[in-house]
């Protein structure tokens, strides 16, 4: 029995050392990043970056579940602590007197963890050609918006999986808390400002491929957001595979008990879209 434990022990993958995608660059931030490496060689790979209303992370159900699940995939993920307004911004509204944290923070940080993980190929051992971002809520606006509006292959993903994502800052279907979380307290009120990072009025015609998810039942994000990126990603003709759940709510991640049996099935229809796009390139 001791040696079958010890067994187990051992071949349960643990995440590396958790690393600071800014080191070395000059600029005096910390962004963690940490990785869950699939086994092979010339893995592809996964930015994972949970939800939060860009005020916080969901870093288990969002964050390290999902790396956990993809790393048992064969998929080698990276979660990544983007930088966000944090509580006290959200409680004491501080960004009427210091910028603290807010846009293009957290898209830069989804940049460089790209650029970091695709620099670092040879030791994470992976396929620079399969790195894609998946986020969650926030995360999902925050992976969306780098696809869209970043065009350098060095930090653009290359595919998208937006899960019950956050999409317009404009409408009645903007979540409010989240153009806040991103925006601070003066620009969210600007016009310019909420149509720029409005996801379904700046879709390219080069976009990556796209995974969506979201349910109607959402109480938090509502779901016609997920139905406006649809939308727009058929207008611009963009391979995209849209998947709506009737129930499910918020916040299921990679949750077992989390969400409805409906729709914690996300994860196998991934997984088998995931190959669909690669495996036919080759």
């Known amino acids: 029995m001791a040696v079958l434990l010890t067994v187990a022990m051992v071949s349960k993958a643990q995440p590396l050392t958790k690393k600071n995608i800014w080191e070395g660059t000059g600029e005096k931030v910390n962004v963690g990043l940490t990785p869950f490496l699939a086994e092979g060689e010339n893995c592809p790979a996964v930015i994972v970056c949970p939800g939060g209303s860009y005020f916080w992370h969901d870093y288990e159900y969002e964050g390290v579940n999902v790396a956990e699940w993809l790393q048992k995939n064969g998929i080698s993920a990276f979660v990544l602590e983007y930088r966000t307004a944090m509580v006290p911004a959200f409680m004491f509204r501080s960004r009427l007197i210091v910028r603290g944290n807010q846009y293009p923070d957290p898209q830069n940080d989804l940049q460089q963890a790209i650029a970091y993980v695709k620099d670092h190929s040879a030791e994470y051992r992976i396929d620079t050609t399969k790195v894609g971002a998946m986020g969650f809520s926030a995360g999902g606006h925050l992976v969306m918006s780098v696809a869209e509006k970043y065009h350098s292959p060095r930090v653009r993903p290359d595919f998208v ?15 409010k808390r989240s153009r806040r979380g991103l925006l601070g307290e003066y620009r969210k009120h600007k016009k310019v400002w909420r149509d720029s990072l409005s996801l379904e009025k700046h879709v390219p ?4 491929p796209v995974f969506l998810v979201n349910c109607v039942d959402d109480p938090i994000v509502k779901y016609q957001n997920s139905e406006l990126l649809d939308s727009a990603l058929t207008a611009k003709g963009v391979p995209h595979k849209y998947l709506q759940f009737k129930t499910g709510g918020h916040g299921f991640g990679e949750a077992e008990k989390k969400g409805s049996e409906e729709c914690r099935r996300w994860k196998y229809d991934f997984i088998e879209w995931f190959h669909s796009i690669f495996d036919k390139k080759h």
């Open 161 to 175: 999986v937006p899960v019950y994502p956050v999409v317009t800052f404009t409408g009645p279907y903007a979540h």
């Open 205 to 208: 015609e080069d976009c990556p």
